[in-house]
Nanobody, 125 residues
Framework: QVQLEESGGGLVQAGGQLRLSCAAS????????MGWFRQAPGKEREFVAC???????TSYADSVKGRFTISRDHTYVVYLQMNSLEAEDTAVYYC???????????????????WGQGTQVTVSS
């Protein structure tokens, strides 16, 4: 079992920034990579960014490229720095972990086997 706990969501004005954190605990030896996804009301969950275990690979959705940055520290904590936020970024953001190591890291929801509870990000225009 792996537990994922997100934090850092909130309300911010358009153009502002937030940093999300996700801490993995439990059987972290099964963590090959980690990713961020988001789900807006009435829409399907979509990929935002991913990073693999050795930080050699990152990938971003086109909609956030150049504005968001995913990173990992030396433990199993993943960050999502979100700059120049737009109203369209409003969603619940989920952290997830993949069991397998991927290079490039995985963009598909089906590659992730554990998910956090999500943290709300609201961007006011």
């Amino acid at each position: 079992q792996v537990q994922l706990e997100e934090s850092g969501g909130g309300l911010v004005q358009a153009g502002g920034q937030l940093r999300l954190s996700c801490a993995a605990s439990g059987h972290t030896s099964n963590v090959g990579g980690m990713g961020w996804f988001r789900q807006a009301p009435g829409k399907e969950r979509e990929f935002v960014a991913c990073i693999n275990l050795n930080r050699a690979s990152t990938s971003y959705a086109d909609s956030v490229k150049g504005r968001f940055t995913i990173s990992r520290d030396h433990t199993y904590v993943v960050y999502l720095q979100m700059n120049s936020l737009e109203a369209e970024d409003t969603a619940v953001y989920y952290c997830a972990k993949s069991r397998l190591y991927g290079d490039p890291c995985f963009r598909a929801i089906g590659e992730y086997d554990y998910w956090g509870q999500g943290t709300q990000v609201t961007v006011s225009s």
